[in-house]
């Protein structure tokens, strides 16, 4: 279920309160200075919001601004910026900072108040100020660093406004090399949000079936009571080595948390199903995880004590898995005995398990 | 998915792992290419578990397919230095392979911490 919207707060109070709406409003207003720096302005929406002058374009430049110039207010030297060695800038600098711009809009006033963002306590408002520093005094090391930082070690908004300023400097920065799906809507952090996700197995990253709009998607998605099924799903590189699951789990852990979903149920179809597992080991909570077709074994079993059930479904003597060589009956160890229900129907089609008329067959529907 | 395909897909397979005959390697990367998904999975696991054996076929599968995708999801599953070197000559070339060929290096590169 969708938690509340955020409220903007409007100019230098944006600065003065730590809460979810200041932050988000503080990176509104950076990200909001750097369009217009960059020639923008009409790509912000509703700047009187949080309290910016409703015209931007007296912001525009045709040369960024000297680094000298734009920390000057913040009492320190462009070196001391560059290394992050100087003073701290007291909070209340951002404050009287946002009040000059207000005041007298233009390419300096605003350039300082991206610099004295990059100094904020707030992961999200850095990364923001960085995106924007790029517009305002130009790309420059400590810059770029953070951002590496924000698309490395941030969460939700952070991580993605980091990775999308990150691919304007540095398209082929490693940190970019893991995005393997579309990138979070910026209003998708903190959502609370009980929901299913699905993902696919071997080989079959190119299926439509687990997709939104596919026809498994459609089924889960129409089911009553509602799974809540997200989109989009999850995608991993389908590959066939161990190597390529490891990834796949790591990939699914950052996911999860960039997609703000928080304990969801998850369908996974075959190796699909050992990232899942191999997902918890590295701390991925779920409630119910559905395994479709899962070829067993032991060494990818997941860590029991963060998921609350498992629903094992499956044909007899797959023919799938036994190419793999996988076992074809999931007992799991006696401290999690009462934790996973098997529910094996039909014979070899390993693909069955994500058919919905397989499903109607065998009422798999009620046993969730 | 044909039941009675996957079953031949899984009896070819062990063919070439253990004897090497070219007609069940050529069947399986017919599998691979034109199969449904439960049929691709069994040939794509047969020729990953074959390893080198597979991947002068698989070379030659790349430019001979009109998708040469399920063909680089195999190289890359086999991941050895034969299997990357056909990747790379595929990522240089100028075909439909280039692309996920140097994609699929990307995520070997990813796999081992590069």
Sequence with gaps: MPGPDPTPVAGAEAYTRRDRDARLSQAAIVLSLGAAAAGQPERVDRPDAVGLPADLAPLGQREPVPLEEAVAPLGITADEQRSRSGPAVPSGTRGALMDQVVADPNPTNAAALVEACLHSGDRLVRTAAAVSALDTTGPRDDVVAQLVDGATRGRDMAKDIGRLGLARVDPDHPALRRVVVRTTPPDASDRPSHTAFITHGTFAPRTTWWRPGGDFYTYLDGLTPPLHVHDPSFQWSGLYSDGARRLAAQQMLDWVASQGLQRPDLFAHSHGGTVANLATGLGLDLDRLVLLSWPVHEEWFPDFTRVGRIIDIRVNLDLVILADRGGQTFTPPASAAGKVTSHVNGWFAHSDTHDPDYWDRHGLAAVL | ?114
């Excluded at chain 2, 030659?60 to 399920?70: N, V, W």
């Design chain 2, 1 to 114: 998915m044909s039941t009675a395909g996957a079953a031949r897909l899984l009896a070819v397979g062990a063919t070439w792992r253990l004897t090497g005959a070219a007609p069940a390697g050529r069947a399986l990367v017919g599998g691979l290419v034109e199969g449904d998904e439960a049929e691709r999975a069994i040939a794509g696991i047969a020729l990953t578990k074959a390893g080198d054996r597979s991947v002068p076929l698989l070379a030659a599968a790349l430019t001979a397919t009109a998708d040469p995708r399920p063909v680089v999801d195999v190289l890359a599953s086999i991941g050895t230095p034969a299997a990357r070197s056909a990747l790379r000559s595929a990522a240089k070339a100028d075909s439909p392979a280039a692309d996920p060929a140097a994609q699929a290096l990307r995520t070997l590169d990813d796999i081992d911490g590069r």
